[in-house]
């Protein structure tokens, strides 16, 4: 992986789905995410887009 691109889908890592498990809304409503991770080793974490009204079945796309 090139640091700042894009990779294949694949299941969510523990650490993704900590983050993704802190954006749920709730109802069966879902909404992507982009969030930005800085290289500093540190867990400094920046929300850098989001689409919502999504589906479980949208695919994830760049945005």
Do not use: W
Request: negative net charge.
């Amino acid at each position: 992986m090139i640091p700042g691109g894009l990779t294949e889908a694949r299941p969510a890592t523990a650490e993704v789905q900590e983050i993704a498990d802190r954006m749920d809304v709730g109802g069966g409503c879902f909404t992507h995410i982009k969030v930005f991770k800085d290289l500093s080793g540190k867990n400094n974490l920046e929300l850098t887009g989001y689409q919502t009204n999504k589906t479980e079945d949208d695919e994830l796309t760049y945005f």
